[in-house]
């Protein structure tokens, strides 16, 4: 990938003990990248450091933190003040899926405070660090979900719904200025998502794959749609009026959520 030549050969990566900031780390450490992996699961990142170490001569640095906690996440920027990384992964998140008002009101915030709050936070820290200094390639997170109002999941695809829009405007301001900025929307990813946001994960791509197809795409353009499925029910979704869009994703959240139509 002669596009990432010109990020310094270090990533930071949240969210990486699976799904797809796991391919993130596994991809970039295939391309020569140091990582210093972040995730809440001490035990996943453990597995993950070890296997990376087993295939690649890179340094693999891992840290426990859950970053819905605004605490957590200055104690990252504090801890990494020394680093200087060319890519900046912001792959941690989670979701719901049910009827709002029956869910647990703190989850809710949580998943605003971790999928939206946090990634304000750190995508400031490092386009402020980087301007005028180095290239930094920084790869946020958006959704399938996250271009229309979604019944069953309403936080998770607001959340996502203001990182697509969070990632247009930094691209649009970095553009030129050596910060290239990416939302990344997959369609439904077979992970530990549906496991957490209670949700059967029926039709769902494999999270092998998304980071290579991204990073490919790093400085080209502000959104990328990875793999089929993802292209598939983007693209025929796009075609049709915001309200129909999330009436036929109403639908297909009742059977992910309750099982039934």
């Known amino acids: ?30 391309q020569g990248f140091s990582l210093y992996l972040v995730a809440r699961n001490q035990g996943k990142l453990e597995e993950v450091r070890n ?4 295939k690649f001569d890179v340094s693999v640095s891992i840290h426990s933190k ?11 920027i504090e801890e990494t003040k020394e680093f200087s990384f060319g890519i900046v992964v912001l792959a941690a998140g989670f979701g719901s899926g049910g009827e709002f008002a029956s869910l647990p009101v703190d989850t809710e915030l949580n998943i605003v405070d971790l999928n939206c709050r946090s990634i304000v936070q750190l995508s400031h820290h490092f386009i402020k660090r980087s301007e005028g ?10 959704s399938l979900v ?15 719904a203001f990182v697509q829009s969070f990632a247009e405007g930094l691209y649009g301001e970095n553009r030129g200025k050596g910060i290239d900025v990416l939302s990344v929307a997959p369609g439904p990813v077979n992970s530990g998502f549906g496991g957490r946001a209670g949700m059967k994960m029926g039709m769902s791509q494999s999270p092998n794959g ?9 400085g080209k353009s502000a959104t990328v749609r990875p793999g089929f499925l993802s292209k598939f029910l983007g693209y025929s979704l796009s075609t049709l009026p915001r309200n129909l869009r999330s009436l036929i994703l109403k639908k297909i959240m009742a059977s992910m959520v309750f099982g039934k139509t």
Do not use: C, H
């Not at 310094?8 to 990566?13: D, V």
């Not at 200094?133 to 958006?142: Q, T, V």
């Open 210 to 218: 998304i980071a290579k197809i991204s990073l490919s795409e790093l």
């Open 146 to 160: 996250g271009f229309q109002g979604v019944p069953w999941t309403a936080t998770y695809a607001a959340s996502k």
């Open 133 to 142: 200094k180095e290239s930094l390639g920084l790869i946020l997170f958006g």
């Open 66 to 76: 859950d970053l819905s906690d605004s605490k957590s996440v200055s104690s990252l």
């Open 1 to 30: 990938m002669k596009n990432l030549n010109k990020y310094r050969k270090s990533a930071l990566i949240t969210g990486a003990s699976e799904g797809i900031g796991k391919d993130f780390a596994f991809e970039l450490a295939k």
């Open 51 to 54: 296997e990376l170490r087993e």
